[in-house]
Structures are given as C-alpha cells and as structure tokens.
T-cell receptor
C-alpha cells in the first residue's frame, strides 16, 4: 500500500488567524497532490491540484490568495488557510497520486478538521 | 457539466449482498474508482476499473461499462463494519484529479 500523513488532525483557531496543514507521502514520491474540502454529509470537493516545483492549479471558485499551496518537495505539500473565518470550518483532506504502470491511484491522508471560532 | 449519480442511501442486513450503482457524465474519462469513508475518517481506496469488466478484491468487486457510462460496486457477505459511505469517482484527466459522486450511505443491520 501507500501511506499519506496529514498534520494536524484537528485545529481550532480564532477568526482572522492563519492555519497551515501539512500533507506528506511517507513511502512514495508524489509529484502531484490534491487538496479537498468536505462539509458535513457532503461529498469531497476538489480545491486545488498541487504540483511539485510549479504553481498549484485551483478549481473554479477557490480563492488562491486565501488558500495558499506550496509543494516544496516530492513528499510534502502544505495548505495554508489565511485569515480564516467561521465559514472556512470544514474537513480538509489531502491525497497523493501514486503513479503506476497501468493506473494511477490517489491515496488519502487522514484529514484535518478545522474549526474557526 | 460533469456529474456522477449514485443512490444516497442503501440498507442491508449482515451476510447479504449489496450493489451500489454509479452513472457518470464527464468530459474526460480515464477510469472509475471506489472509495469507502467511515464517519469522521478520510476516504480509503477500494478498487479501480480502467477497462470494461469486473475487478474482484476479496468481498468487494467493481464493474465498469464504458459504453454505458456505468459502474457498480458489489459488496458480498456484508459485515457491520461495512457501514460507511461509498463514493464513486471518475479519473477525468491526465493530472489524475478525481471527480467524486455524492456518496452512498450504506447501513448494515444485524
């Protein structure tokens, strides 16, 4: 299998502060990682695609200046929620793409539950 | 637009077999994946179909018909621990990004 870690698992912060979430692929290199957001009882919504060594690609409606993504190495991508507000409270999940001969598979991190007060 | 349709809820009893269908309409298609997500947890990968036909992994099987834009996940010998949400997801492009369905909440009763 493949292991992806995410840190922190849970964070509570005050409105207006910034929060950084780390996503690491532990046993494989991932040139591509993805960031998703999931609201209660809803599906995962792709926020952005993070590519090592280049700028992230954001989905329509996702503010790139608010959700800063840095893919610093082949095993680490970070998502920074800047000036967080209560409406940003959500479950943030990253995934790392493991490329294979026949198919590519996304492996998900355990998620980060963000609560903004 | 792009859409994936799957039932919102399914209920079954222990030991039974359940099939979760997924139809999709996307601009690109490289394959169909299935993920399991327990309440409060992250999705875990179950299976992938890149070609038509059936893929079997233990108690779980997944089927794809590209001509019908249709696939299903088959869960056999249901156990209580199978109670979770199941998402189908289309691999829509060369970047490997996934488009998720809304999920099917499976409840397994004793």
């Amino acid at each position: 299998g493949a292991v992806v870690s995410q840190h922190p698992s849970r964070v509570i912060c005050k409105s207006g502060t910034s929060v950084k979430i780390e996503c690491r692929s532990l046993d494989f290199q991932a040139t591509t990682m993805f960031w998703y957001r999931q609201f209660p009882k809803q599906s995962l919504m792709l926020m952005a695609t993070s590519n090592e060594g280049s700028k992230a690609t954001y989905e329509q409606g996702v503010e790139k200046d608010k959700f800063l993504i840095n893919h610093a190495s082949l095993t680490l991508s970070t998502l920074t929620v800047t000036s967080a507000h209560p409406e940003d409270s959500s479950f943030y999940i990253c995934s790392a793409l493991k490329r294979g001969g026949l198919s590519d598979t996304q492996y998900f991190g355990p998620g980060t539950r963000l609560t903004v007060l | 637009g792009q859409s994936l349709e799957q039932p919102s809820e399914v209920t079954a009893v222990e030991g039974a077999i359940v099939q979760i269908n997924c139809t999709y309409q996307t601009s690109g298609f490289y394959g169909l994946s299935w993920y399991q997500q327990h309440d409060g947890g992250a999705p875990t990968f179950l299976s992938y179909n890149g070609l038509d036909g059936l893929e079997e992994t233990g108690r779980f099987s997944s089927f794809l018909s590209r001509s019908d834009s249709y696939g299903y996940l088959l869960l056999q010998e249901l156990q209580m621990k199978d109670s979770a949400s199941y998402f189908c997801a289309v691999d829509g492009g060369s970047q490997g990004n996934l488009i998720f369905g809304k999920g099917t909440k499976l409840s397994v009763k004793p």
